[in-house]
């Protein structure tokens, strides 16, 4: 009979013949049986080294599954037995497949209700890896908390090149999952390290810290989600109740090539960077990144209200940037962008591969070659031609706030970048506001394939748009903002339905630039009714030049019949009961001139 079969006592027995120097005990999820073991409070179970149960205590690195066995530890803050509540060592390695498969691993942290009661300490070193190179658990409960120094990996690949997994719980008041820094290095959480698939939840009242680190050595202090490479992954952190906390103090990266990476703020849990973020070129770094190669691979969802009255937030001292240029060394033939290739096929003069072996081509089509590159006076290596070349694409990231959500941030909401760089999902990257969410920021800038939409939600920053897209509404719907709007460049969805119609409210001016693009979405066919396109805007004051030839009308069908008035008093009819149907879609030329500047007093909606 399989000794995992047996009765306690005789598994005891059994896996003290079969794993000499292991003492174990059975362990329910996230519950120690202390009633049968009442001699320890640190226990282990399987393959588990050094000996805590004798030795808890040192500079070790601290193995939970290995060499094809799985393991187990718990730390736990009985006051029974032989008194050990603190784990201290230079490594955990939790799930370690680095030497074959089946060493899964699982450690469980259970304090007595105050923070600190039960602890793991990992010091300078390789730091705390939970599933590396298979499946590994980390639980921590009631008070437990493990620190560690330099950085904290949540999932990456073993030694051996097999993917781990990993699986993380934070649960309760004083819970906590530190991670600090050394000189020069560290206050770094990779949820996880690699492209493997990753869930952290934090609940009720835990707390994950990344805190620390010098801004001017970049990416210490942070939190990273996801992990942006060629390679795909599925990635989930959960904040969830009031008290419920995942803070870094310089920033937070929500990044995850292919796959998905998500973060779910709900129930008054808060996210948070905060100081200054990092410097770069001589620049301040955004705070919160969120960005992806897929058109949904990378989103933060800000949702709910405690039942204490706490705001689910996001929060930043600086910029909040979604979506983002990546610099690429090319695209394989179905079109995918690659930021790495294969460097033991690569031969001069030849097509460069990616690390799928996959041939590599640049935006022209033309294959990727291999050259002899000068890196510095004297010193040559072998890379892609397109090295140095800013060859750049555009990623994307999306952020909702919803239902009493808060997003929050001293500086700046970037949806989308400024530049050039080709978009590859095919999708905008988006900032939503819904039904209750608010966003505090100084200003919104919409820029290229960007998107700004939702309603009922509050946007309290000014709004600048310059070269994307804002859709208000909930189809129709209103989109509140206080502050100043400036549609500069771009597009504005409007969608009307029989009776109902989308509707900017602005405690502030508005500002229409003559470049600017606006569209009409009709839900039915209107008879002999006339839109003012200043009744879709509630303003201090309108301010525009728009002109009726960047109007464009879709929806209607052949029993519409209307006419629309510009903002300087020009109009144009549509008459589709009298002639055959015009395409769902009609850009308006030549109906009027450019409006002039229009002021008036600012009409309050019901």
Do not use: C, W
């Amino acid at each position: 009979m399989n000794s995992k079969h047996l009765p306690y006592s005789k598994r005891r027995k059994a896996r003290a013949r079969t794993a000499t120097g292991i003492v174990s005990a059975t362990l329910a999820a996230g519950v120690s049986l202390l009633a049968i073991n009442a001699h320890a409070t640190v226990v282990t179970d399987g393959l588990v080294f050094p000996n805590l149960e004798v030795t808890p205590t040192g500079t070790s690195q601290i193995n939970v599954g290995f060499a094809n066995n799985p393991g187990e530890l718990e730390v736990n803050a009985s006051t029974a037995g032989n008194g050990f509540t603190e784990v201290t060592g230079s490594a955990l390695l939790v799930g370690n497949g680095s030497s074959g498969p089946g060493a899964t691993g699982e450690v469980r942290i259970i304090g007595d209700g105050t923070s600190g009661s039960a602890k793991i300490s990992i010091s300078s070193g390789v730091g705390a890896r939970i599933g590396f190179g298979e499946a590994g658990t980390l639980a921590i409960s009631q008070g437990g908390v493990l620190e560690g120094v330099g950085s904290v990996h949540l999932g990456e690949n073993g030694l051996s090149g097999t993917n781990g997994s990993s699986m993380t719980t934070v649960d309760g008041a004083g819970s906590i999952l530190r991670v600090t820094n050394e000189i020069n290095s560290g206050a770094r959480l990779y949820v996880p390290f690699e492209s493997v698939d990753s869930e952290l939840n934090v609940t009720n009242g835990g707390r994950v810290e990344a805190v620390g680190g010098d801004i001017d050595n970049f990416e210490q202090g942070a939190v990273f989600v996801g992990n942006f490479d060629d390679r795909s992954a599925n990635v989930e952190v959960n904040v969830t109740g009031q008290g419920s906390v995942m803070e870094a103090t310089h920033g937070i990266f929500v990044q995850q090539g292919y796959g998905s990476a998500t973060v779910n703020i709900t129930d008054g849990g808060a996210v948070s960077q905060l100081q200054e973020g990092f410097f770069f070129n001589g620049m301040v770094q955004p705070g919160i990144a969120i960005d992806s190669f897929e058109a949904n691979g990378a989103q933060v969802n800000v949702s709910g209200v405690s039942g204490g009255g706490t705001a689910s937030s996001l929060n930043a001292v600086t910029d909040i940037q979604l979506g983002a240029d990546r610099a690429v060394y090319g695209f394989t033939a179905s079109g995918e962008p690659r930021i790495l290739y294969d460097d033991n096929t690569i031969q001069e003069g030849q097509q460069v591969r990616d690390v799928n072996g996959e041939l590599l081509f640049n935006q022209n089509g033309d294959p990727v070659l291999a050259v002899n590159t000068e890196l510095f006076p004297g010193f040559f290596l072998l890379l892609p031609d397109t090295f140095g070349s800013d060859f750049r694409v555009r990623t994307t990231g999306h952020l909702l706030a919803e239902n009493g959500g808060e997003i929050n941030t001293l500086g700046d909401i970037n949806v989308s970048t400024d530049s050039d760089a080709m978009s590859v999902s095919g999708q905008p990257s988006t900032l939503t506001v819904r039904d209750g969410g608010v966003v505090n920021a100084q200003n919104i800038n919409v820029n290229k394939d960007g998107l700004l939409n939702g309603g009922n939600g509050i946007i309290n920053a000014n709004v600048n748009v310059n070269g994307g897209t804002v859709a208000p509404g909930n189809s129709p719907g209103t989109m509140f903002i206080n502050g100043d709007v400036n549609l500069n460049d771009g597009f504005l969805d409007l969608e009307i339905e029989a009776g109902l119609q989308d509707l900017i409210d602005i405690a502030g001016d508005l500002f229409i630039g003559e470049d600017f693009v606006i569209n009409l979405i009709f839900g039915f066919d209107p008879v002999d009714e006339v839109f003012n396109l200043a009744d879709f805007f509630s303003a201090d004051n309108i301010f525009s030049d728009f002109s009726l030839n960047n109007l464009t009308v879709a929806g209607l069908g052949n029993a519409a019949k209307l006419t629309i008035i510009g903002f300087a008093g020009g109009q144009v009819s549509i008459d589709n009961t009298a002639q055959v149907p015009e395409p769902a879609a009609l850009l308006i030329f030549g109906a009027g001139l450019a409006g002039l500047m229009v002021v008036r007093r600012r009409r309050k909606t019901a």
